[in-house]
């Protein structure tokens, strides 16, 4: 009974993470016609890392011992790979359709769970296989991906899917080690280290409310990397890997809120197929304990 609790909390960390990316998302969207994809990823990392040095201030004399890790170059790389995901990601959009370049993202639950099994050592049995796989057929209800997912631009999205399940792996390898704040922190300071390297090259002055909105893109950040961080903490990574898709009922009921956009039969549709696939493996979880 424990452990079906630790699995179920798990979850839930992980469904109030892919939300808070996604109101971060949406942010973003509406800003990529003033500033350009690689500034708004050093401006999200930017806010980020703000918020965690407000924290870090309340922590008082107990800073140093909290930011003690084990694992320093790990943490570095980690972040990288977030950069990278999110950086691909938003490049693609400047040369192909949100659909298009969801669909390939979306990817990335397959690619954790195959990396789960070199590097976790977790074993994946068919109901997770199932799980993943039902889940990815209810994103492609969604998108409906046209054929010119052949152009080179495509590994993009698919480069920043890889990246992205390599960070998921990460995540899963320091919870056993580190303290959840620790993880937080390098998480902020090295996306901004990261994020920083291209800056010079795509500068433009940001206005007043774009500034603002780095800010509370910081805090949602912040909470959404926390929440990740505890839900593997509690949970193994090809497990979650299906409630990823969650994303798409998130994101279509942010379009519907922010621009107005009312979900097709093909969203609703395909929303249902991917909540059938998360239920699927809570019940199969549950069975097994």
């Known amino acids: ?86 950086s691909m990601l938003f490049l693609a959009l400047r040369h192909m359709s949100l659909a298009d370049a969801t669909a390939i993202s979306f990817t990335s639950p397959l690619f954790i769970t195959l990396l789960a099994i070199p590097i976790l050592g977790e074993k994946v049995d068919g109901a997770r296989w199932l799980a993943v796989l039902g889940g990815l057929c209810g994103v492609l209800v969604v998108v409906r991906p046209g054929s010119g997912l052949a152009s080179w631009i495509a590994l993009l ?72 961080i505890k839900a593997f903490e509690n949970t193994e990574a090809s497990l979650l890997a299906p409630f990823n898709y969650s994303k798409i009922i998130w994101a279509a009921a942010a379009g519907y809120l922010v621009f107005g956009n009312v979900p097709s039969l093909n969203t609703l549709a395909g929303a249902l197929i991917i909540a059938m696939a998360g239920l699927f493996i809570m019940l199969h979880e549950r069975r097994n304990n």
């Open 1 to 86: 009974m424990q452990e079906q609790k630790k699995t179920h909390i798990g979850i839930l960390f992980l469904l109030a993470s892919i939300g808070f990316i996604t109101v971060v998302d949406t942010a973003a969207k509406y800003m990529t016609t003033s500033l350009p994809p690689l500034q708004l990823v050093w401006g999200y990392f930017l806010g980020i890392f703000v918020c965690l040095l407000g924290l870090a201030a309340s922590k008082g004399g107990g800073l140093p011992r909290l930011l003690r890790t084990q694992r320093p170059l790990l943490h570095f790389g980690r972040s990288g790979l977030l950069v990278l995901s999110i």
């Open 157 to 228: 999205p698919l480069g920043g899917a890889v990246a992205f399940a390599g960070f998921q792996i990460a995540t899963r390898l320091l919870a056993s080690t580190e303290n959840t704040f620790a993880t937080l922190f390098y998480t902020g300071a090295g996306g901004l280290v990261w994020s920083s390297l291209a800056l010079a090259f795509v500068w433009q002055t940001p206005e007043p409310w774009h500034w603002l909105t780095f800010a509370i893109q910081g805090v949602l950040g912040m909470g959404a990397h926390l929440c990740m």
